[in-house]
Structures are given as structure tokens and as C-alpha cells.
């Protein structure tokens, strides 16, 4: 059991910049550090340069949404790597190589699978049925009211979600990276979050992950650059310096049990690749691009860019365990690491580097962290103001200055709850929230957005239904499991034996959603399933106008 | 291929339930039917495919872990977990590709044949 929890911390690290700092010292010794305040002052002086850029073109909710549609597949696939690799990529998975080797990239690998998925079952219907949220897609033909407000429900539910664990990352990272109060750097995220979303929309937000997505991946690549420079550019030499180093020597080559228990290891497949799917700040990003096609190519784009990416963090990695492991000056005088295992790919940019370079690194972690935000508000405050207020309570009245005045709105309650939910989690064991959020995805939204696109019998009933059942198991069985029910609780024995919940919480939603639209005999239902046909039409060729 | 609403769609869209349904005539069109049949089957395969080689690369390190543990030559470090693990990321962005290509050349020929047609 012992060794299950490791195993979720560590892929809780992965997803967000989290925790394991509880018992580590507050701040970086070096405390304040002017060249790293200085060049995040710099990224967000640039940020917030685009935003006013963005501010002036932004002028219809198509704008703000969708940025126009005007992305194009190559921009869009930098963008997308940006909302996929946050600064939990770089540091999260640097520091699972640094403790156990090989197991770092197993969770890299979990993570890139997710995209071809998406690509081939998703993407392509997404971009042609929809227009600025996924649940235009799930209501093209069942019932708008119902199937709009459980879409845009379970969304929030996961924005919300995501946001708590990436403003207490942002918190506790910024803390350690550049001395400030957590509180103050709570707000700081907050405030500029609020203001990239308010008046630069979608095509500021793209813009902010372009520019932190090409920063993270040319840090990274310098930084190998660099360690594999050391070895000569021969990776057997740097393993070989890892193996000395490392206290587990020869065993950093090989997988070590991090993936021991084969549901549980199936279960955290499941919620990586079907997840990925459902997360509506990734899905959003298929209508910012022109057509199918560039929706198409940017996810290639993306694919290749991420997987450079995560090549790049394992051999830093690996350059950690090499070279920082044995230097006395990034550890503590009782020997541990500064900062915690997290630190360990900041501390490997001094050791290459030098000030000058972790100053840059410690500015582009905490890009990331903002870019995603930005990002999770929008697809937030979208699913409020277009699906919620235009749709299921305008019924589709709502004229475009209305909207756009709405979804300004919810952006401002979600940046003071954002804020408000990051400081009351501070002290809270908040480790489950992210395989939480995956999970709900690949349980309600996937398992929805799936069977309306290939699945004829689909029904408005069964959607909600099965996918409300999804979303509530994922929710109880995580608070069943050990990391809520033992260590967040205090329990001595957890009611579900197992760490993930999706590959149960899946099956319950799509039986759920089977069995809820096949008895489902009303008027509604026999015309949603009249309707496939015209779907499947929209769906395969665009939508065009009839006659 | 921009974002139009279909009439009979729009007319739908928060309307009545009783409304008679008319089909689209392309349904009907053998052309449309080949293409979704190809492009379904073409879709699905290569989501098997990646699901198949993911789990079990999953599974191995789960039940046989010491199968990726074994070095690729004797006496260097670098064991056949590295070139496997690596090899994923090339394996994954492989697919992609090959999906890209063909929706690009196959599928989007084909689209834009029955879209002209339909429209004279």
C-alpha cells in the first residue's frame, strides 16, 4: 500500500507542480532571486503587451471563444503542447526520474497516447458539429436545455478542479522559486489570469501558451543539451555516472513497481488516455483553428512537440541523478535535497548554467502554471456564459454583446474563487484532486461526447443520466480510496481497495448511458435517434446549408 | 467549411418536439456511405491498435517487469527499457502521421467530391 501512494504522489507531480514540499523548507536557499524575478516580470510585462494586442481584435463572442478561428494548425499545435506540458512536465517528471529512474518515463508515455485518441475518434467531429464548447457537439441532436447544462456542469466541476490544484502548485511554486508570501502569490496568479481571459479572450490565451510552450521546450533543450555535452553526447556515459550515483544504482534502469497492481495500473491508463479527451480547455482548442484539417495537423504538430519534449525531460532526468544527486551545494547539511525532489530540474539549471539560467527556468515554470490557468478560466467561463446563459437559459436569444458581457463576468467570480479555493487549500492534503479531475473527464464527459458522435441509440436521458452516474462513482470512489479515505481522512482501511477509480466509474458510465437510452421510449428519444442520420452527415462533411 | 447551421437544424434547435424529420439525401449516396465506412473502420483500427500497444507495454511493467530490465549490449548500462520507452513516443507520433496523411489526401478528396456534387 505503502508503495501505491508513492506512486500516486509521484503522478499527481506529473499533472501539477503538487506538493511533497509540506515537509521541506519554505523557500529556495537563495530566497529572493532578482535575475528570476527579474525575467518573470519580463514574461509578464510581454503577457500582458499581447493582451492589449489581443484586447483590440477581440470584439464577438466567436472572437472571444475561438479567437475568430483564425489560429493556424501550426500556432494551434504549440498552443496545444502548452496547455499539455505544465511546469508539472518539466519539474514532475524530472524529479520521478531523479528517485526512480526509468518509472519517469512510463507517465510520459501515458500522457502522449492520449493524443492520437483524440484525434481519431474525437477531433475531427468536434471542429465539424461544434463551435466554441463540446457540448455544441453533444447537443446537435439531443435535447439543448438538458444536455448543454449536464455538459457545461461536469466541465465546470473539472475547471474548478484543476484550477484549486494549479493555484496551490502556482502558490507553493512560486513561493519556493521567488521568496513571495503564498498568499500574495496566489493573488498575483489570480489577478493576472482574470486579465488575460477579460480582455484578450481566446487569442491571448493561445498567444501565452505559443510563447510558453516554445520557452519550456528550448529550456529543456538547452539543459540536455548541456548535461549530454558533459557526457561526451553518449547517453550510455551518463547513465553510467547515474548508476555511481544513484542509491538504488543498477535498478534506475528498469521499471521499479511504481505500476505494481495491474488494476490500478489499467485504471490510471484509462484516466490518462480517456481523460485527456474530456478536459473542455484542451477540447476548445479544435475551434480556434479555420477547419478540419488544421485540426487536424495541429494535433501532429503537438504530438511531435510534446514527445520532443518528454524526450528531453527524461535525459534531464537523468542529468539530475548525475549531476545534482552529488552536489553537496543543492542539498540541505543533513543531505537532502533544497526544496525537495521537485527542485531538482531548477537546481540542474544552475549547475549548467549558471544565476543567469536559473533565473530563466524558474520564469518559464511559472509561465506555464499562468498559461494554463489562463486557459482552464476561459473553458470555464465559456461553458457558463455560452452554454448555461445562452443556450439553457436564453434558450438561444441571447444576443452576442450579452454573452460576452456574461462570460466577462463569470471570468471575474471564477479568478476570486480561484483565489479564495487556492488559499483555503494551502494546508490541505489536495494530492487526490488531480487523477480526480482525469478521471471525471474520461467517466462523463468522454464516455458522452463518444457515444453521441458513434452511437445511434443514443438519448438525451441516457447522456445525463449515465453520465451523471459516471461522474458521481469517480467522485466516491476517490473519496473511498486510500488517498482520501486513509491519509486524507485518517481512516484505517480504505472501503475501495485501489488508487484510481476510472476503470470502474467508465464502465458504470457507459452502462449506464447503454442501458438508460435503449429503455428510453419517448417522443424525444425516437426523434434524437431519427436525427443520427443528419448528424452523421454534418459530422463526416461539414456542415452546409440544405437546399 | 465554415460554421453555418443548417436550416432544418436551426429551426431545431429549441423548437418543437413533433416536427416531422426530413433526411439528408445523402445518406442514401453510395459515395457517402463508402466514405464512412472507410474512414470509420480506418479510425477505429488505428485506436485498437495504439490501445493494444499501450497496455501492453502497461501490463509488462507490470507482470514482467525484468523483460524491459535486461541490458541491450553486455556490459553497458542502457537497457532495452530505453529504446522501448523512447520507441513509444516515435511509435505514437507514427500513427498520427500515418492517420494525418490520409484524411489529408483519402478522405478530404472524397469530402470535397461529395460536398461539390451535392451542391450543384
Known amino acids: 500500500m505503502r508503495r501505491l501512494s508513492a506512486s ?34 519580463l514574461f509578464v510585462a510581454s503577457t ?75 477531433a475531427e467531429p468536434l471542429r465539424n458539429l461544434g463551435r466554441y464548447t463540446l457540448a455544441d457537439l453533444v447537443s446537435h441532436r439531443l435535447q439543448q436545455r438538458p444536455i448543454r447544462a449536464f455538459a457545461a456542469s461536469s466541465s465546470i466541476v473539472i475547471v474548478l478542479l484543476y484550477l484549486v490544484s494549479q493555484m496551490v502548485g502556482a502558490g507553493k511554486l512560486v513561493e519556493l522559486l521567488f521568496g513571495f508570501n503564498y498568499t500574495v502569490a496566489v493573488v498575483i496568479v489570480g489577478v493576472l489570469m482574470v486579465v488575460y481571459v477579460f480582455f484578450g479572450g481566446m487569442l491571448a490565451t493561445t498567444w501565452i501558451q505559443i510563447i510558453k510552450a516554445a520557452l519550456l521546450l528550448a529550456g529543456s533543450a538547452f539543459m540536455a543539451f548541456m548535461v549530454l555535452e558533459r557526457f561526451g553526447f553518449s547517453l550510455n556515459a551518463l547513465f553510467s555516472q547515474a548508476i555511481l550515483a544513484h542509491p538504488k544504482h543498477l535498478a534506475i534502469m528498469s521499471p521499479g513497481g511504481l505500476v505494481s497492481d495491474p488494476v490500478s495500473a489499467v485504471s490510471l491508463g484509462l484516466a490518462l488516455i480517456f481523460g485527456t479527451a474530456g478536459l ?6 479544435f475551434f480556434t483553428v479555420g477547419n478540419v484539417k488544421a485540426a487536424r495537423k495541429s494535433i501532429l504538430y503537438a504530438t511531435g512537440i510534446v514527445g520532443v519534449g518528454y524526450a528531453l525531460i527524461i535525459i534531464i532526468g537523468f542529468g539530475t541523478i548525475a549531476l545534482v544527486a552529488t552536489d553537496a551545494r543543492y542539498h540541505t547539511s543533513s543531505g537532502a535535497v533544497i526544496g525537495g525532489a521537485n527542485m531538482v530540474a531548477i537546481h540542474l539549471a544552475h549547475a549548467v548554467g549558471g544565476n543567469i539560467f536559473l533565473g530563466f527556468i524558474c520564469a518559464v515554470a511559472f509561465s506555464t502554471i499562468l498559461a494554463v490557468v489562463a486557459g482552464l478560466t476561459l473553458a470555464g467561463s465559456s461553458a457558463i456564459s455560452h ?36 488559499i483555503a487549500f494551502e494546508k490541505q492534503n489536495i494530492a487526490f484532486i488531480v487523477s480526480l479531475t482525469f478521471s471525471i473527464a474520461a467517466s462523463s464527459n468522454f464516455p458522452v461526447i463518444l457515444l453521441s458522435i458513434y452511437w ?5 436521458r441516457g447522456a445525463v443520466i449515465g453520465g451523471s452516474l459516471g461522474l458521481a462513482t469517480a467522485v466516491v470512489l476517490t473519496i473511498l480510496s486510500p488517498t482520501v479515505w486513509v491519509q486524507v481522512l485518517g481512516h484505517a482501511h480504505a472501503i475501495y481497495p485501489y488508487e484510481y477509480p476510472a476503470l470502474f466509474s467508465m464502465i458504470v458510465a457507459f452502462a449506464g448511458i447503454f442501458f438508460f437510452s435503449v429503455t428510453d421510449r419517448s417522443t424525444h428519444a425516437l426523434q434524437e435517434r431519427a436525427l443520427y442520420g443528419n448528424q452523421l452527415v454534418d459530422c463526416e462533411l461539414g456542415m452546409m446549408k440544405q437546399g | 467549411m465554415e460554421h453555418t447551421v443548417p436550416a432544418y437544424q436551426a429551426a431545431s434547435r429549441h423548437g418543437a418536439t413533433d416536427r416531422p424529420i426530413t433526411t439528408n439525401p445523402l445518406l442514401d449516396d453510395p459515395r457517402f456511405q463508402a466514405l464512412v465506412r472507410s474512414r470509420r473502420t480506418f479510425s477505429w483500427t488505428l485506436t485498437v491498435i495504439m490501445l493494444a500497444v499501450y497496455f501492453a507495454f502497461i501490463l509488462t511493467l507490470a507482470f514482467e517487469p525484468a523483460l ?50 451535392d451542391l450543384q
Open chain 1, 8 to 41: 500516486f504522489i509521484s503522478f499527481s507531480l506529473l499533472l501539477t507542480a503538487l506538493p511533497a514540499w509540506a515537509a521541506s523548507p519554505p523557500t529556495l536557499s537563495r530566497g529572493h532571486n532578482p535575475i528570476a524575478i527579474g525575467m518573470f516580470l
Open chain 1, 48 to 122: 500582458l503587451f499581447i493582451t492589449r494586442w489581443a484586447a483590440r481584435k477581440n470584439n464577438s463572442v466567436a472572437d472571444h471563444y475561438a479567437a475568430g478561428g483564425k489560429i493556424t494548425a501550426f500556432q494551434n499545435g504549440w498552443a496545444i503542447a502548452g496547455d499539455y506540458m505544465s511546469a508539472a512536465s518539466l519539474l514532475g517528471i524530472s524529479a520521478l526520474v531523479f528517485t526512480s529512474g526509468y518509472d519517469g518515463l512510463i507517465y510520459s508515455i501515458g500522457f502522449l497516447a492520449s493524443w492520437p485518441i483524440i484525434l481519431f475518434l474525437i
Open chain 1, 280 to 285: 473542455p480547455h484542451i477540447l476548445m482548442r
Open chain 1, 387 to 422: 452554454d448555461l446563459f445562452a443556450n439553457v437559459m436564453r434558450r438561444g436569444t441571447a444576443s452576442d454583446h450579452e454573452e460576452m458581457r456574461v462570460s466577462r463576468a463569470t471570468t471575474l467570480v471564477l479568478g476570486v474563487l480561484a483565489i479564495l479555493l487556492g
Open chain 1, 456 to 460: 445511434r441509440g443514443l438519448t438525451t
Open chain 2, 68 to 117: 524491459l530490465g535486461r541490458p541491450v549490449t553486455q556490459g553497458y548500462p542502457t537497457t532495452w527499457g530505453i529504446p522501448i520507452g523512447f520507441g513509444m513516443f516515435v511509435f505514437t507520433f507514427a500513427l498520427v502521421a500515418l492517420y494525418v496523411v490520409r484524411a489529408n489526401t483519402t478522405y478530404d478528396r472524397a469530402v470535397s467530391e461529395i460536398r461539390n456534387g
